[in-house]
């Protein structure tokens, strides 16, 4: 079973700053998705940016981008310029190409803390 | 409506109770889940529904009981439930046969007393 990972239970940025967040996984396939969820207090789960194993290029969406390490298991989130309305839990997630249901599989989170 | 509603959005209910939830997607998806967040764990996958059949069922206790009458619609009945079945519950769904990404609803907050 794959395990996600995400070693930083809370990270502190001030505004207009950069942070990065960590997730390592746990896996013995080639072909998965990995995902990026933001949860604000609202509580809304919201998808900030998705990644393809099998692309090499690290994927962008606007301020929000990842350092995808496939050998290291490794796909870090870095969020630029810094605004309060990025506060809110992090969820990093595994998705396996072979499993045709979508199930995602979660790491346990890290809060982001926007300080101005 | 747009996207995965979710009702009621908070609920208190006794453990003696017996009460639904309901989530209704409005994307067109052909399959939707149930998860639950409790404090300081991470989501746990509960049900996952498939073109309107049960695919997954995580060892859930049998106090809960999904129900998916059509692709847009998913419920959870629950009945005798326990304190610390106390979390949020939210659905999602996505196409199945795509790259994955789930859209999720904004969860139903409840208490068991």
């Known amino acids: 079973a794959q395990t996600v990972t995400q070693s930083q239970p809370e990270m502190s940025v001030q505004e207009a700053e950069t942070v990065t967040l960590s997730c390592t996984y746990d896996?013995?396939?080639?072909?998965?998705?990995l995902f990026w969820y933001k949860q604000p207090p609202s509580r809304q789960m919201i998808l900030v940016i998705r990644?393809?194993?099998?692309?090499?290029q690290n994927a962008t969406e606007n301020r929000f981008s990842v350092n995808f390490q496939k050998a290291a298991k490794s796909f870090s989130l870095k969020i630029s310029d810094s605004q309060l309305g990025d506060a809110a839990m992090y969820f990093c997630a595994y998705r396996s190409e072979t499993d045709s249901w979508g199930k995602l599989q979660f790491g346990a989170g890290t809060q982001v803390v926007v300080t101005p | 409506e747009t996207g995965v509603t979710q009702t009621p959005r908070h609920l208190v209910m006794g453990m003696t109770n017996k009460k639904s939830l309901k989530c209704e997607q409005h994307l067109g998806h052909n399959a939707m889940y149930w998860y639950k967040q409790s404090a300081k764990k991470p989501l746990e996958l509960m049900f996952v529904y498939s073109l309107e059949e049960r695919v997954e069922n995580n060892s859930v206790p049998s106090r809960f009981s999904p129900e998916c009458p059509n692709s847009s619609h998913l419920f959870l009945h629950l009945h005798t439930l326990q304190p610390e079945d106390s979390a949020l519950y939210l659905c999602?769904?996505?196409?199945?046969?795509?790259?994955?990404?789930?859209?999720f609803g904004p969860g139903t907050r409840l208490t068991v007393l």
């Open positions: 896996t013995s396939e080639s072909d998965y998705y």
């Open positions: 999602a769904s996505s196409q199945w046969d795509s790259t994955g990404e789930q859209f």
């Open positions: 990644q393809e194993a099998y692309k090499q």
